[in-house]
């Protein structure tokens, strides 16, 4: 990466160098699938007629905000559901998942993670640990794991007998902070199929954080019944300034809306201010963004395999998120990751990303993230909790030049650790 403007020594741009012709070929897929991506969202703005007038917001109630309504119904073109809610108010992806899972399960009801033990945020929202906040527990939601095998994979044997007579089979598509591989939704077809033959009742439902665009199928078009996920990631373009959405099945939406308001109130409330255009615009853009946080991951991969990391996934391997995992076994490299991927970013780039105890998370975390979202992972960011094995997980890049850059900024300031 040759420019006057960033100093790297001789050796990170020799390995800068090899690691782009590692990427030539993923590239070109990436592109295809962002190139067909970007069709299918431009036919469903056309196909709802979005104009100008949908981005006039509303304030109180909102009510008859035809932007809003409009905005859910081209989400669900996109994702190939019956039905969508893409709201501002949801606060993060946990938020939608809760939602979803309080709008679904009553007391009685049984819930089954057939991909291990999900997302760390979502502990406290199922009981798993915390006071007693009001979690699904605390609501006589019972609350099962399908461990996953030793090699990471889903065990699909075992799903027909853990799943019979659950309301809810959940499935986590990305790797969230474990090092296991993420599901890809041909995967995902899979598993719904064997869900089905073995309760045709359950309703399958996905966390699909950081897995829209990155295949040309979402796990609404393989059989899950409803899918969920944050805007400050993938769908949101780097544009969206916060909010999440739930998309599926026409009634499982409508159970979520009256408990994303208030019973009885549903969908026709909740304003959208000024956030609209932006939700639409995130939307268009997301195709690309999506590709050039691919990008991004595939030759941070090549660079930090090539200076002896153990990558997850490696660059050629087939992807299903943005997310790139690195293991870097101590603190120090932990740290001097972050520090490096920090330097890279357009906002914030001086200051030293420290660990610290964030809510919601068991162990110390260090983030970076210098981006123009407080917390999107969509822009460059990386992060990792301060435990064994030290791995960053590293995610987004709104530009794929410039997430390279990030890239390399945090090789160097690897290669300058003592340990
Ligand atoms: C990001 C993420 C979530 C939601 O996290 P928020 O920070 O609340 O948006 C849930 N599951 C997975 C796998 C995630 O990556």
Same mark, same amino acid.
């Given at each position: 990466?040759?420019? @006057?403007? #960033? ?23 990436? =592109? ?12 469903? #703005? ?5 104009? =100008?007038s949908h981005f006039t917001g509303t304030t109180g109630y909102g009510y008859g905000d035809r932007g809003r309504d409009t905005l859910d119904?081209v ?10 809610l893409v709201r501002h108010q949801f ?5 939608? /998942? ?18 291990? *033990?999900?997302?760390? *945020? ?10 007693? !906040?009001?979690?699904?527990?605390? #609501?006589?939601?019972? !609350? ?65 954080? !950081?897995? %829209? ?5 979402? @796990? ?11 805007l /400050? ?7 969206a300034r916060t909010g ?11 159970? &979520?809306?009256?408990?994303?308001t ?5 969908r026709d409330v909740g304003c959208s201010l000024d956030e609209t255009k932006n939700m639409y615009m995130g ?33 050629? %391997?087939?992807? *299903? ?16 990751? &972050? ?19 964030? @809510?919601?998370? =068991? ?14 992972? /969509? ?8 435990? %064994? ?12 030049? *410039? ?13 300058? &650790?003592?340990?």
């Amino acid at each position: 990466m040759k420019q @006057p403007f #960033f100093n790297f020594s001789d050796r990170i741009l020799a390995l800068s160098y090899e690691a782009g012709g590692i990427c030539r070929g993923p590239f070109s897929e990436i =592109e295809e699938t962002a190139a067909f991506n970007a069709c299918k969202v431009l036919s469903a #703005f056309q196909k709802h007629r979005v104009g =100008e007038s949908h981005f006039t917001g509303t304030t109180g109630y909102g009510y008859g905000d035809r932007g809003r309504d409009t905005l859910d119904a081209v989400f669900a073109s996109v994702f190939g559901a019956e039905d969508a809610l893409v709201r501002h108010q949801f606060v993060s992806g946990t938020n939608a /998942i809760t939602t979803a899972l309080f709008g679904v399960l009553r007391p009685g009801d049984r819930m089954v993670s057939v991909s291990g *033990t999900p997302y760390d *945020t979502l502990h406290a929202v199922l009981g798993l640990r915390g006071k007693n !906040y009001g979690s699904l527990k605390d #609501f006589g939601i019972q !609350y099962e794991e399908l461990p996953l095998r030793k090699d990471g994979k889903v065990d699909l044997e075992k799903i027909p007998e853990a799943v019979k007579g659950a309301k809810i089979a959940y499935l986590q598509r990305s790797r969230g902070y474990s090092l296991r591989p993420s599901i890809t939704v041909g995967e995902i077809e899979r598993i719904s199929k064997i869900i089905r033959t073995a309760d045709k009742n359950v309703i399958f439902m996905v966390d699909n954080c !950081y897995g %829209e665009f990155v295949e040309k199928r979402e @796990p609404t078009g393989a059989g899950a019944d409803l899918i969920i996920g944050s805007l /400050i990631k993938n769908p949101g373009g780097g544009i969206a300034r916060t909010g999440g959405y739930i998309a599926g099945r026409a009634d499982l939406i409508e159970l &979520c809306a009256h408990r994303m308001t208030s019973p009885g109130a549903g969908r026709d409330v909740g304003c959208s201010l000024d956030e609209t255009k932006n939700m639409y615009m995130g939307l268009f853009l997301a195709p690309e963004v999506t590709a050039a946080a691919l990008k991004t991951a595939v030759y941070a991969a090549a660079v930090f395999s090539k200076m002896g990391y153990r990558v997850l996934p490696a660059a050629h %391997e087939y992807r *299903t998120d943005v997310i790139q995992a690195v293991v870097l076994k101590s603190e120090e490299r932990l740290l001097a990751f &972050c520090r490096g991927i920090q330097r890279g970013a357009p906002v914030d780039s001086f200051v030293t990303p420290q660990a610290w105890d964030m @809510p919601g998370y =068991e162990d110390r975390v260090v983030m970076a993230a210098g981006a123009f979202h407080m917390g999107a992972s /969509i822009e460059l960011s990386a992060d990792g909790p301060v435990r %064994e094995p030290y791995a960053a997980w590293m995610q987004g890049g709104l530009t794929a030049a *410039t997430g390279r850059l990030g890239v390399l900024l945090a090789a160097q300031e690897l290669d300058s &650790c003592t340990d």
